[in-house]
């Protein structure tokens, strides 16, 4: 990949890798705009969290794409240089059913900067459609395969069915990208369409045999399930009132790799994976419990675990 290395910036523990886009969603008031997309997300989950977070995407030079920077810039997230080379912002019309659940219909382009970061992350983080649409997906595989084995590497599929016109292909590109990353995180949907009529336990069998060191797998209101090669757990989902899941897997990927920052070790055992699969359940009921991907704060992510702590301690008296 021939780019152009961002400066130094040490003080950076998390490099996300993902598209930006504009979420529309139709209301009764007419349509309405929130930034989105499953990287974004992620790298503003993350700013919450207080965790030094930088951004490599694609925008246009447009009001949309002046309004995901200003979204960004409240969460204390760095935009890394070269990101407004787009012709428009990329769009997704969210399409919402009585359950609260999320369809999108997209309008994307998907190209990176030709530039790279010249440091070292303590994370780099990629998914969702910037690891399988072109011509980015393979600017993102040559930057995994720069960082493999040199930092920590996260990975969401977080599928997209409707994007995606090869199944044979986006396993292939999935498999590949397991390969490279330390943790992988997938929906049951995810698993689904990836393996048909496999058990959620059988895949996250499979990924470790693929070379990941921790496979999750996520399953809304029945909670997630981690599994590594020392230690597997399953964590009930909080009770919660849904308002609706709009970014709740990205407030649960964003709270893992929190977890990582503050826990490097890379021994993923019971404690390990029992630590980091309780803190991502509750920030994804903090998003679930309010409208659109409005994840927790570091304070309010402290406030739940301790609340949670409290009413276990309760309940065991």
Known sequence: MNSTPVPPRPETDVV?????????????????????????????????????TAFLTALGRDERGRNIRRHLDTAGVRLLPGAEHLNRTSTARALLDSTGSVEYEF???????????????????????????????TQVRSLLELFSGRCLITYDP???????????????????????????????????????GTSPHDVARRLLDLGTELAIITDGASGSYLRSNAAEIEV??????????????DSYMSSLIAG??????DCFDYGKLTRLGTAASLAA??????HGANPPTRAELIDSLELAQTSRKNSDD
């Open 16 to 52: 996300v890798v993902g598209e930006a886009i504009i979420d529309i969603i139709d209301t009764a008031a007419g349509p309405v705009e929130f930034p989105g997309g499953s990287g974004m997300n992620v790298a503003f989950g993350l700013g919450r969290l207080g965790v030094s």
């Open 107 to 137: 309008d994307f382009e998907w190209n990176l900067p030709q530039i790279s970061p010249a440091f070292l992350p303590k994370v780099l983080h990629t998914g969702s459609l910037a690891s399988f649409m072109e011509p980015g997906a």
């Open 158 to 196: 977080n599928i997209r069915p409707t994007l995606l016109h090869s199944h044979t292909e986006a396993l292939r590109t999935f498999e590949h990208t397991v390969a490279l990353a330390t943790m992988v995180k997938l929906s049951t949907d995810d698993t689904r369409w990836l393996y048909p």
């Open 236 to 249: 009930p989902a909080p009770p919660v009132v849904v308002k609706d899941t709009v970014g709740a897997g």
């Open 260 to 265: 990582l920052i503050e826990d490097p070790e």
């Open 285 to 290: 009921a903090v998003t679930v419990g309010r």
